[in-house]
């Protein structure tokens, strides 16, 4: 008798806690080997202003993607996830229902994929080698713009060597460099990517527009902007 009373008591504190534990599931990619054919891997992202966020075209291949869901998250959840791809950490999106989903051109070789919570009490991590097919062209130089703040609007702009312009207005050079998303609703990422760098000073500017959801003339709209520069 002494011994049902005590898993009694045992069963009934593990059923008052209550607490459910979260769990992140990355459903693609997958660990192993990616032969990647490179058909409908689109980079740019579709723009729907004024409230425009990260997503990916209907169709878009499995193996151009991040895709999953995370479970049990707090019902007032309104922070990001973390998503980090081979080292690069970028905030990821979470719907209500915990899912996520972002396009993704992978490079050649050996890959890694870690997704956080965004309270960071749990994560997921998946390692995998891909082989190019045709049609997707990987990066050889990535930039990455991101922010810490909801409903605000940063603008990523990068001007080559050769004198190209990258920015929301337009997004696809000449010289094979693609901005991939213009990000008006908070966090980002915004991407530049080419694979084909050009070689000397790069400069790299961050535009903040305030008060952006305030159209009310007494308030006004202002710009701050930072600028980095480097030289591969």
Not at 82 to 97: A, C, F, K, T, Y
Not at 178 to 184: A, I, K
Not at 209 to 216: A, F, H, I, V
Request: hydrophobic residues 35%; aromatic residues 8%.
């Amino acid at each position: 008798m002494r011994n049902l009373a005590l898993s009694g008591l045992f069963a009934v504190s593990l059923f008052s806690s209550g607490v459910l534990a979260e769990s992140v599931t990355i459903n693609t990619p997958l660990s192993g080997w990616h032969k990647q054919s490179g058909e409908n891997a689109y980079y740019s992202q579709q723009v729907n202003y004024p409230a425009s966020s990260v997503n990916t075209r209907s169709g878009q291949s499995i193996d151009a993607q991040i895709q999953g869901v995370i479970s049990d998250l707090p019902k007032d959840n309104r922070q990001p996830g973390l998503l980090i791809v081979n080292g690069i950490s970028m905030p990821q999106r979470i719907e209500d229902d915990g899912s996520f989903q972002r396009p993704y051109i992978f490079p050649n070789g050996s890959n890694s994929i870690e997704v956080r919570s965004p309270d960071r009490k749990a994560a997921r991590r998946v390692q995998f080698y891909a082989t190019q097919g045709q049609g997707a062209i990987p990066a050889k130089l990535r930039i990455v713009l991101s922010w810490d703040s909801d409903n605000t609007d940063i603008d990523l702009h990068v001007v080559t060597p050769d004198g190209e312009h990258a920015w929301y207005g337009n997004r696809n050079l000449r010289n094979g460099g693609s901005l991939d998303m213009d990000v008006t609703t908070g966090y980002g990422p915004e991407i530049f990517s080419t694979p084909t760098p050009v070689k000397g000073p790069w400069l790299v500017l961050r535009e903040l527009l305030r008060w952006l959801w305030q159209p009310n003339p007494d308030n006004g709209a202002g710009v701050d902007c930072n600028k980095r520069r480097f030289t591969r």
